[in-house]
């Protein structure tokens, strides 16, 4: 039963135009909201996160925003970069939980 | 480089076979936890020991086990081995149960079932 949902296995970008990532969930239990990137051979590495208290998160080129009505949330990359090219994986938990929730994850490709 | 080490980057065996992974976590996190990721697939979650505890078991099967020693590195066991077993197996650690989530991977060991 997947929790989480990444829909679009793939997108592709040009560079400094802005790469938009999409996550769906069904848990309304879920409290926290992740994202990781990964690149090849090498373990995923955390990139921002947003608490369900909130509709938005920002760090620097990396704004995640979160409709809880909707449970959706979305990573927002702005301006892309060659080196953005990476999977990346949307998770979720609950407070009261421990193991975090992926989504099956997308691959970005931004292109000079 | 995340601190998390795990060995070995890759593995061949054979079905039937058993394997042990290993996993040291990041100097001073106390949590461990492991993660499958087959073809296609997210990242599933098998269990989490938190200073030598269980504290979490996900979707792991029952030929797999794991433990954490005194010295906080961790062992996945996998026994019996089946082609579907193939995966790349994730060790994470945190400092502490994680409330926010972040947590910290490996660079992963490549499971090959053959």
């Known amino acids: 039963d997947q929790q989480v949902k990444q829909n679009s296995p793939s997108l592709s970008v040009q560079e400094g135009r802005i790469s938009i990532l999409n996550c769906d969930y069904t848990n309304s239990m879920f409290d926290y909201f992740l994202w990781y990137k990964k690149y090849p051979a090498e373990g995923p590495t955390f990139l921002i996160s947003?608490?369900?208290?909130?509709d938005k998160n920002e760090d620097g080129r990396f704004t995640v925003f979160l409709n809880k009505s909707a449970k959706h949330l979305s990573l927002h990359i702005v301006p892309s970069q060659p080196g953005d090219s990476a999977v990346y994986f949307c998770?979720?938990?609950?407070?009261?939980?421990?193991?975090?929730?992926f989504g099956k994850g997308t691959s970005l490709l931004v292109t000079p | 480089d995340s601190g998390v080490t795990q060995t070995p980057k890759h593995l061949i065996t054979a079905t039937g076979q058993r394997v042990t992974l290993r996993c040291s976590p990041r100097s001073g996190d106390l949590s461990v936890y492991w993660y499958q990721q087959s073809l296609d697939q997210g990242l599933q979650f098998l269990i989490q020991y938190y200073n030598g505890e269980e504290r979490a078991k996900g979707n792991i099967l029952e030929r797999f086990s794991a433990q954490q020693f005194p010295d906080l590195h961790s062992e996945l066991n996998l026994s019996s081995l089946e082609l579907g077993d193939s995966a790349l197996y994730f060790c994470a650690s945190s400092v502490g149960s994680s409330v926010t989530g972040e947590l910290f991977f490996g660079e992963g060991s490549r499971l090959t079932v053959l």
């Open positions: 947003i608490s369900s208290i909130k």
């Open positions: 998770a979720a938990k609950r407070n009261s939980g421990y193991a975090l929730n």
